[in-house]
């Protein structure tokens, strides 16, 4: 149950920006401007990013919506996204991905332990300044909404079939704000 009256059985951030539309829309546009705006890194791997901090902060809405997106995005090739969550350092992804995860993983940690020999190991395996500035920004991003989330205790679903249909609209529609009706 939600610490304030949130719309009742709308899932995870979707029945906070609910609650407060002129905070969630900023916020959406944030969630859309990295995950989905104009990069160099792709979709999925800015959902990958996205879905390994918040499982590093225990956030069980954030992870599994965005692992859900992730896998979309990914069409699952080699389970790469249970990979990462299970330990990346031995997922079938890029080096220089690792070396960005690396990066988020000490955003979320503290972000005063990334060093400039994180940065320049990174940046050796071909990342640019511009996706080294999105991770530690998609990071410090998704510690928010991991405990915006987490801190009022919105809906989280238990069964993993719900987050599917969520992931493919992420995906699909982006980040929209939520219609007052349905919360879809």
């Given at each position: ?6 719309p009742?059985?709308v899932p995870?951030i ?8 002129d905070?969630?829309?900023?916020l959406y546009?944030l ?7 104009d990069?160099?890194?792709?979709e999925?791997?800015?959902?990958l990013?996205a879905?390994?901090v918040?499982r590093?902060?225990?956030?069980l ?5 965005h ?5 979309y ?19 079938p992804i890029s080096?220089?991905l690792?070396?960005?995860?690396s990066?988020?993983?000490s ?7 990334v060093?400039?020999?994180?940065v320049?190991?990174?940046?050796s395996?071909?990342a640019t ?12 991003t998704?510690?928010m909404f991991?405990r915006?989330?987490d801190?009022?205790a ?10 599917e ?20």
């Amino acid at each position: 149950m939600a610490h304030i009256q949130v719309p009742e059985g709308v899932p995870g951030i979707r029945s906070l920006v609910m609650y407060r539309p002129d905070t969630g829309k900023p916020l959406y546009e944030l969630a859309g401007a990295l995950l989905r705006g104009d990069s160099t890194l792709s979709e999925a791997e800015r959902e990958l990013i996205a879905t390994y901090v918040s499982r590093l902060n225990s956030c069980l809405f954030c992870m599994s919506s965005h692992a859900a997106a992730a896998r979309y995005l990914f069409k699952d090739e080699k389970g790469i996204v249970d990979v990462v969550l299970e330990d990346y350092e031995s997922a079938p992804i890029s080096a220089k991905l690792k070396s960005l995860l690396s990066i988020a993983g000490s955003v979320q940690q503290d972000a005063r332990t990334v060093t400039p020999e994180i940065v320049a190991k990174a940046r050796s395996l071909g990342a640019t300044d511009r996706e080294i500035h999105d991770t530690v920004l998609i990071a410090a991003t998704f510690c928010m909404f991991n405990r915006y989330v987490d801190g009022l205790a919105s809906f989280t679903p238990t069964d993993p079939k719900a987050y599917e249909e969520m992931g493919k609209r992420m995906v699909e529609k982006g980040y929209v704000l939520p219609t007052p009706q349905t919360g879809i």
